[in-house]
DNA sequence: GATGAATGAGCTTTCATTCAT
DNA sequence: AATGAATGAAAGCTCATTCAT
């Protein structure tokens, strides 16, 4: 019998929970659907977390702060710009290869299902150690000269877009090949449209 | 008395329940809630759509066939490839401006409420409308030698994830100035990552 | 197969809940129970009371309105005040013995479960018919002299104490003799402690 | 380090559960709140008290006698049964402003729900020191020729029916004066309904 | 075609009580 | 005595869908 702490408890309840949601949706996932699949009766699921809302918060602020940890390694790696990009969007796809649930539940609970997040997570609110990373990967590319001096916004949303659409399109199954074939031509089309301008 | 032909009635549904799904999502919003909307009994509701799914699908078809055809005259108009990403840039926008539902359903409900549409979109089935035209789009400017020949799911991956990205966080009222600002920098951050190398 | 109006309907929900109300106390008479008493599903009730609560609100405002209404034509009689104590008295008992659950629901419902009506029921907003009776029966006799003027508000509380709590003692089956065998001593307490002073 | 025997605990428990029954009611009150206001955990309070209802029983046999003594102090003491009713009335709401809960507790909990004393409280069988010590008051009464002779029940209605109904009054913030301010005209009331007729 | 009452499974959440430690 | 995690039945309520009219 192996005996869990409270936190491991809640840790394996955010697990469980995370790949339920990443698949079939915050709605369509029930806490007896998470609680079975731990062997948790659904009374004791809420001696953990105090509703179904709090636990997607939890999980999304867990998320950011995981992809925001690795961002930040690379940004303290001594390396140019267009390293650090192709470095990024590995990482990206690499976690989408190995924790899968993770990108799946970003783009489709927590993008989707904005009603859920409204309340606490307003904004950026639950994902800003994640944004606030790729805001120093910009700024930092920009003060270097390697990277085209553009609103932020702008560039976020080709980072961020692209990688989760091409994330999507893998998840679906309509890329041909896998994620990794893609790494390096992704890598560069990003850093061509983000680079200074050549003269 | 004005009379409504089968097909009227089901374009009018449609366009309500294109509405409330776009603004409460899928499953917030009832079927009694698209009835009332449009002063007609919950019965009659299903004489037109077989059931809540169907009409989800009819949705998303209708939608990409709408954005497909217009990207289709994009295609045809005699212009370069930087003039055609500036084009599909700009209706993109347009639309997300003037038909926000469109826009708000293919990204909040089509693309995150997987569930719903396994069944019978699986892939691209029901986007495929949309999809070929950017893939006319592609092969036009590669053939041209104006696009570097690379994976086409790359450069979709690129344009949809990029529009999409930045749509959702005008949405979420995120950018600091309205979509518009950010075209002419969008479409030349696209034309860049595309486009072949200048030598 | 009888065929019920839907007002017909609600009105049997009314009172089959009032039943259930009264002896079983509010929380430990579930929507099921009621339903199922009814013959109905769960989901149909809500389609004639939005809510528990609701539900409990109409109620006391039924009774409070039988009730009133019953004591407004004993104020309209142009009978003594002495005369008038017994019909009232009279009137409460006959209704505790005809619909006891009136006067239970009263007692143990309304006057117990305040967090129920605190939201739309509050002061006696929702028994309003029925006091302003009583309040006209007091008026009407000091205006005639034969009752001593004070405050309302203390003759009230000893009508209304006075009478439920003998109702209360009948059903606890604390009473050695039936409710009618009080009547008169009962009207008389009443009618001494009220009065104008003999002289 | 405080030491509590079980006695004294038990009394503690009751005290606090005692204010949150009279506060929040039977249902509202669970017993994590009552644990955690003690800052007990919830399984020793079984060692306590073996269900929730047993607990409810308990209170109200300690308030019943509570009262109860108070009444039989007065009833020793030799005084008019005029004074004696005065002394009633004065000492009940004295307990109902120093002690809101133990009334509160009589009229919301006790009363009312009934179907949590059915087992064990049938009748009078909790509140008997309470009611037996009114029952004495009453005699007594009658032997000296204060009171005409009538039914005890009538009397005992009258008497708690009375004082319930203006506490609840009070509660509710319904009465436009204090409790103290209903004082005299009350003790007035009953002494006039119950006296020996003058002659 | 049209109505809307009816169904019933299922959801989130609560809580008295138990029990291994 | 004490802890508090665990149980599980049950509650209020919702809603896609059906069906008699």
Redesign the interface.
Known sequence: MTRMSKEQKRENIMNVALQLFSI??F??TTIPDIAKKIGMSVGNFYNYFASKDVLAKELIVYIASYLGERIRMINETPISTREKVAKIVSMYFTTALEHPEMIEYF???Y?????VFREECQ??VCVSSFVTEIMIFFDDGVASGELRN??F??????F???????V??NG??????DLT??EA??AE??Y????AD?S
Do not use: H, W
């Open positions: 079939n949706g709605y369509a783009l489709r609970v993008l989707s299902n904005r009603e904004g950026i553009q609103d916004f702008s560039a976020f949303g080709l961020m877009g692209y990688l989760g659409g091409m999507f399109l679906e199954k309509i890329l041909p090949e074939f893609y031509s992704i089309n990003i061509n449209a983000l680079k050549a």
